[in-house]
């Protein structure tokens, strides 16, 4: 389950696996324990109600709310109201957000729209199978696409919707793409018989390309930290600086990778065992510099960050801290959470089935 969202930052969040979390055992009395405070859920401040069946998947857009379904996408503004609600076939739903736009794509199908918590800015439909889709902070999208005759393509839209960009891959299989935060570069990452490769492409200009390998190894995601370029492995979190030099920003050899969150700091959970025990939280700089660490029980059920907070959701509990994962709040009794959004100002978004509730970062 993919998504992104609003940042100054723009970060992409993949969960990669969720596995049964541990049920709280006893409700916490003593509210010295915590920094910042304890809550029930009854503090929530704003609901979002939609129809949704069990592919449903979830994100912000602009002030507003989406919610994807195999059958529809539903858009909600900041005052609740339904501002979209349009059919929408598909058989393997994924929706991202940049900020004040989204995409909603079918993977393997062929239908994706881009839209804002106004309504649909464009509606695309592709010859091939798409692979993957991105949208960054300035509503630029790359769309990865199966082609036949090629190993992937890559299509690069505007915030207008308009295609203004595309890249054939005759060598390497294409599995994921970004647009820079500036709008000028496109970053893929794809596998060969000798691992990772790593695309950069300049989008005014179709003869400039670098390539950079990262051999016997498996990359899951890529995206840009500023100028330069992360990639995400199974073990280890690279990045690629503006003269083409692939250092180990974090290397977690020997753990699990839970969820993940790209951007200028990055956020890592981590766990010693494929199931049950305890997950790691890690805030990471560019250079490598780890901001803060963080533990809970049992597995992280959903992840999002910026470049101010952080929230973690577990089985009926909320948790926000700040980007050192100091805890801000925590909140108690969040029963049916399946996804987690973190806007700019702190507060989360907390979405189950049928309905979402915000949580503020500060009930003051």
Known sequence: MGKSRKRK????????????????????????????????ASQSTSDYYYSADNMGLYTAVGDGFAAVSGSELQVFDKAGNLTVNKSFIMTQPRVVSGGDLALAYDAGGQAAEIFSDSGIINSINVSGNIISGKINENGYTALCVQETGYKGVVYVYNAKGEEIFEWLSGSAYVMTAAVSPDNRYLSVLSYTEAGTRVTKLRLSDEDYREDYEIPQVVGIDTDFAGSDILVLTGDVLYHIDGSGNITEMYNFTGKYLNAYVLGETATLVLRQHQAGGVSEIISVEEDGAVNGTQTVDGSVAALDANDRYTAVLTDGELRIYDITLREQIAYYEVTGGLEVIIREKGDAIVAMRHSAHVYPADTK
């Open 9 to 40: 930052n723009k970060r992409f969040v993949v969960i990669l696996a969720v596995a049964a979390a541990v049920i709280v055992a006893a409700v916490v009395t003593f509210l010295g324990l915590y920094r910042a405070g304890v809550f029930d």
